[in-house]
């Protein structure tokens, strides 16, 4: 049986700049099945956002471009739909939960209202019963309580729940959720990751989370995606890459996390800065900071080479 959910195939994305249009997705792919929890990593700037948005079309046609790409959703070419059919899918079938959300709740409303909008605006089927089956889903106790509550009689951890419940509500079959955890309280993460963890366990609900954080990743996903400088530069399961990274990059990055997560009294840093889509050339990104770089890695971007199931654009896996 064809478990696929979502493929997105050679995703190209560009911004329009007084100066021109510059590309900062030059290079993206990924295959997601149904019930997966996958996890795109990368330092900031890197190109995880605008990838993620740019398989529902997120953007103002007069702001940026798709240059090239298929996107596959459920059999469905998302890139050729029209906006009313798009429309249908945002929210609906694919959930998006935006970095630096936490004002997602309105405080004037009723926990209930604001969740049985969600419904009626989605043109979903509204009944009191799926609100509270819904509260009850991301953990609130006393539901009936809960739904005729204001934003701030509760404490933050519910108001995450809440906030989760609006995206879940519609019963989508995909869940991106972008930096959940960068915004909020150290003592909030831990309710958000696991609430996702459990609501992908109970529902099978496809999750994508966008992280520049190894432990996050770690502490969720089946498989990881890391990029850098616009391009997937690998792609494996988190035990793979976290016992064996191919690609310089990665490695550096699980050096830099273990040092932060040791406490070491010097913290191992990557020396440098990651190149702006300005400065992208026709070379492998990375090139500069490598400390394994070969003179071959400035004459042109990587290839895509699979190894097994894995993925990694870096020539020293090319075959000599
Ligand atoms: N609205 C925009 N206009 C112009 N450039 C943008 C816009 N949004 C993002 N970019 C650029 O695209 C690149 C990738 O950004 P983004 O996907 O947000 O990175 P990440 O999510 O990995 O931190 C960055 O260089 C960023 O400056
Ligand atoms: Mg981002």
């Known amino acids: ?33 149904n019930g997966e929890i996958i996890g795109i990593l990368g330092e900031s700037g890197s190109g995880k956002t605008v990838s993620a948005t740019a398989i529902l079309k997120l953007e103002e046609d007069d702001v940026s471009c798709i240059d090239s790409g298929t996107v596959i959703f459920k059999g469905l070419s998302l890139l050729d ?60 106790e006393d539901v009936e309580m809960v739904y005729d509550m204001y934003p701030f009689q509760l404490s933050g951890g519910q108001n995450q729940r809440i906030m989760t419940a609006q995206c879940i509500i519609s019963k989508p ?7 959940p955890t960068s915004s909020i309280d150290a003592s909030l993460r831990k309710i958000v990751l696991d609430l996702l963890k459990e609501i992908n366990r109970k529902t099978n609900m496809s999750v994508i989370i966008i992280t520049h954080d190894f432990d996050v990743a770690k502490y969720l996903c ?41 406490g070491d009294d010097i913290v191992y840093t990557l ?15 990375f090139a500069n900071r490598c400390k394994v770089r070969l003179p071959e890695c400035t004459s042109g971007i990587p290839r895509t080479l699979e190894i097994g199931k894995r993925k ?7 075959e000599r």
């Open 1 to 33: 049986m064809n478990n696929k959910l979502l493929e997105v195939t050679d995703l190209k994305v560009s911004f329009y700049h007084e100066t021109g249009k510059v590309q900062v997705v030059r290079g993206f792919d990924m295959s997601l099945d």
């Open 271 to 285: 020396e440098g800065f990651p190149p702006t889509p300005f400065e992208f050339g026709n070379e492998c990104p």
């Open 173 to 179: 079959d995909l869940l991106i959720a972008d930096e």
């Open 81 to 140: 739909l029209p906006e009313t059919e798009l429309r249908t899918i945002r929210g609906n079938r694919i959930s998006y939960i935006f970095q630096n959300a936490s004002s997602a709740l309105n405080p004037y409303k009723s926990i209930g209202k604001q969740l049985s909008e969600v419904l009626k605006n989605h043109k979903l089927r509204y009944s009191k019963e799926i609100v509270l089956s819904t509260l009850s889903e991301v953990g609130i």
């Open 222 to 262: 089946n498989r990881l995606i890391i990029m850098y400088g616009g391009l997937v530069v690998e792609e494996g399961t988190i035990d793979e890459i976290f016992k064996d990274p191919f690609h310089p990059y990665t490695k550096e990055l699980i050096v830099c996390a273990s040092s932060l997560t040791r």
């Open 312 to 318: 990694v654009r870096c020539i020293r896996f090319e």
